[in-house]
């Protein structure tokens, strides 16, 4: 599959997971307030109904109440009452034994023949508030509960109220929640795209990052292979000839061996480093006399190569570090420093504590680095003039590792501007 068509089909995912999640809370949200407005508008209902039940029971009214005024009052006890005033949105409905409604006068002959002739007793909601819809437009509620009384006819009393004006406002309600559902939809979809979009950003600069990387690393694995094949091919063919003879193709093919090894294991590093696998081994230590361990060797070196190599280190404190990559640091900047100097030039480390951080330059009086450049060289791979680095053995990965050592010592790395000559790299660690 083409990196096009795997990075169009990751996006299309990104996009639809971004849709669902969005979707999803969009859901719970209008579910959420839907039911919220379906509960309180239903709430004043059901108080009402249940405070007429509450009534009725403890006053022991029946036969009375109905949408009008009563006109006859009657109360079980046969006491003379006073007269109610019933809640004209409820109608009462008493049921007998055989679940016929026996307050038939009372509800009003049109109220009862247009929509409760065909009502019938569900004893199954027995104190619970329902909803029904009486000739498929008009809502109510109800509640009904027993009545245990055993003086007269009714056995269940039935309380509905009429809840059109709740079922409109749910209804429209409803539809302007649909509605707003349609635009988020619409705009969820743009919105889906572009965040896809910017999720895929950082996954194609990786992926091309990587892909840069691995052709790199095989060009330069492939350049000293060459060699050595070739060398070795050479001594293949002439098997008569005497080892010293062949001296400089077995010497070529040992440095480009070494070379190798080098690469190998500076791609190894590089690789543990973007799988997070290293682990700092952190121990407390004097940082100059470290330093001065480190440079030691660059002394003769350096001497041996007509150069000057000189220390000034003033930092005196001890660093809790890796000693090791702490090493690995010093190393690739020390040999950076003789690889691009001359006879002649100069070679400096230098410590001190600055801003409550420790400082350590290495600096040098060489060809230097051209100012254009300077962004580029903790690249990986990057080299400013090929050919001299090749000649030297570097590949372009160290200053790569010395940054990613530095920051993993939460420090920094970066390279003197505007220097007159050679090249000065300034590392701070926090104290
Ligand atoms: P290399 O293995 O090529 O030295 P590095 O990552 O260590 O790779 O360095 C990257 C590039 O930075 C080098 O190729 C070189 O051009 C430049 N550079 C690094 N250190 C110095 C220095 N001390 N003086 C001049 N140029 C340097």
Not at 330 to 344: F, R
Not at 411 to 428: A, P, R
């Amino acid at each position: 599959m083409s990196r096009r068509r795997i990075f169009r089909k990751q996006q299309l995912k990104f996009m639809v997971l971004n849709l669902v999640a969005f979707t999803i809370i969009f859901s719970i949200f209008g579910i959420i307030i839907f039911s919220q407005v379906q509960n309180t508008l239903f709430s004043k209902t059901d108080e009402e109904l249940i405070g007429f039940k509450n009534k009725m029971l403890a006053e022991n009214l029946f036969w009375e109440t109905k949408p009008h005024p009563p006109n006859k009052e009657f109360e079980r006890n046969g006491a003379p009452k006073e007269k109610q005033r019933p809640n004209p949105r409820i109608i009462v409905l008493h049921w007998n034994k055989d679940g016929e409604i026996v307050n038939q006068g009372e509800i009003g002959t049109l109220l009862y023949e247009n929509y409760l002739l065909d009502f019938k007793l569900d004893e199954k909601v027995l104190d619970t508030i329902t909803n029904i819809t009486i000739n498929e437009q008009y809502h109510f509620r109800y509640l009904l509960f027993e009545d245990s009384n055993d003086n007269d006819d009714i056995a269940y009393t039935q309380l509905l109220m009429n809840t059109d004006a709740e079922q409109t406002i749910i209804h429209n309600f409803g539809k302007l929640i649909m509605i707003c559902s349609l635009i988020f939809i619409i705009l969820s979809i743009s919105a889906s795209y572009i965040l896809s979009k910017k999720m895929m950003q950082p996954i194609i600069a990786a992926w091309n990052k990587q892909a840069e990387f691995v052709e790199n690393a095989s060009h330069e694995l492939r350049t000293p292979l060459t060699v050595i094949q070739n060398k070795l091919e050479l001594l293949l063919r002439t098997p008569q000839e005497k080892i010293a003879d062949k001296f400089e193709s077995i010497a070529l093919s040992l440095s480009e061996t070494r070379r190798l090894s080098k690469l190998t294991s500076n791609l190894l590093t590089l690789a543990r480093a973007d799988s997070a696998e290293t682990q700092l081994v952190l121990e407390s230590f004097q940082f100059d006399d470290f330093v001065q361990k480190v440079s030691e060797p660059y002394i003769e070196i350096a001497e041996s190569q007509d150069k000057h190599f000189w220390l000034s280190l003033n930092s005196k404190i001890n660093i809790k570090a890796d000693k090791e990559r702490l090493h690995q640091l010093l190393v690739i900047l020390l040999d950076n420093a003789l690889k691009y100097t001359n006879e002649h030039d100069s070679i400096g480390v230098k410590t001190y504590i600055e801003d409550q951080q420790i400082v350590v330059e290495v600096t040098d009086t060489g060809i230097g680095i051209k100012e254009e450049n300077l962004q580029n060289i903790f690249e990986r791979f990057y080299r400013e003039d090929k050919a001299r680095s090749r000649e030297t053995g570097g590949v372009g990965l160290g200053l790569s590792i010395a940054q990613w050592i530095v920051e993993k010592h939460h420090g920094t790395i970066s390279v003197l501007k505007n220097q007159q000559k050679g090249t000065t790299f300034i590392v701070k660690f926090p104290k």
